[in-house]
């Protein structure tokens, strides 16, 4: 399997995950997403959101009206397009 990692993911943020990744034969290569963090090439209308922890799930859908509209937005770009985020 072949994950793409979106290029704003922080190193320092998924060291685990790409530890994770290593330690199962995943391969990755890093290439800015459209929408979300990661994707498989070989599924593109399906991609993954990674959140950091309750807060920014809460930041994202409420409490924080810029992350909420960042959110919002990109949520939208991809209903657009038919891509499904998880």
Known sequence: MVIQIDTREKPQAIQRI?????????????????????????????????????????ANVGSNQAEHNRFRDEIMRANDIGIKVV
């Open 18 to 58: 790409l530890k994770d990744f290593q330690k199962n034969d995943v391969k990755f290569f890093k290439s800015k997403l459209y929408v979300g963090d990661y994707m498989n090439p070989k599924k593109p209308d399906i991609v993954v959101d990674r959140k950091q922890n309750l807060s920014e799930i809460c």
